[in-house]
């Protein structure tokens, strides 16, 4: 299974998002599972890459296994883009780099992140309700960073903006060993 993992390029986020990223990298090695991700070498996509590529040694190589980066040359200064991808992608324009991750995508991760993760995770989210798209999306909640958008959202049912069964249409998970919980869980048609 590919799982596409959304989240922030910076450094400069608290360290314990960097640790959690981390155990979710190793996490996802250990499941026997590849990850697609936006290609960076910090933040919380550099975490889950460094915790993905730990995790992977910790256990046979498998051959399907994968770290796939996805980010165009712009991108590609002073050591920003993880360096030990099995494959790197270099699309265009970011336009071109969101679908090629949504193409490859089984499964979408949303870990915590800035304004581009949450425009990663709205577009996969509006896409899931017009139907256009069905494969699971998971909000990644370490330590309840999403609170305030899960709110936004119950705020919307409760205003009568978006129907109540539109609520599951993404799961939550708090903890990295509650990812593959939830997907064993998840009613999806694919």
């Known amino acids: 299974m590919n799982i596409t993992v959304y989240g922030s390029a910076s450094d400069e986020i608290n360290k314990e998002y960097i640790k959690e990223g981390e155990m979710i990298g190793r996490e996802i090695a250990g499941h026997g599972d590849s990850v697609v991700f936006g290609g960076g070498a910090t933040g919380m996509m550099g975490a889950v890459a460094r915790g993905f590529t730990e995790g992977r040694s910790d256990i046979s190589q498998q051959t399907d296994q994968m770290?796939?980066?996805?980010?165009?040359?712009?991108?590609?200064?002073?050591?920003?883009?993880?360096?030990?991808?099995?494959?790197?992608?270099?699309?265009?324009?970011?336009?071109?780099?969101?679908?090629?991750?949504?193409?490859k995508a089984d499964v979408f991760l949303i870990t915590p992140g800035g304004i581009g993760t949450l425009d990663e995770f709205f577009e996969i989210l509006v896409l899931t309700e017009i139907g256009h798209q069905k494969k699971p999306i998971i909000l990644y909640n370490m330590q309840d960073y999403y609170k305030d958008v899960i709110g936004l959202i119950d705020n919307m049912i409760e205003n009568g903006f978006l129907a109540p069964e539109k609520r599951n249409l993404f799961g939550i998970v708090n903890k990295p060993a509650e990812l593959f919980d939830i997907l064993e869980s998840l009613q999806y048609n694919q």
Do not use: S
Request: aromatic share 8%; hydrophobic share 40%.
């Open 67 to 103: 770290l796939i980066g996805v980010a165009p040359d712009v991108f590609d200064v002073d050591g920003a883009l993880y360096d030990q991808c099995d494959e790197f992608l270099r699309p265009d324009t970011m336009r071109e780099r969101k679908r090629i991750m949504e193409d």
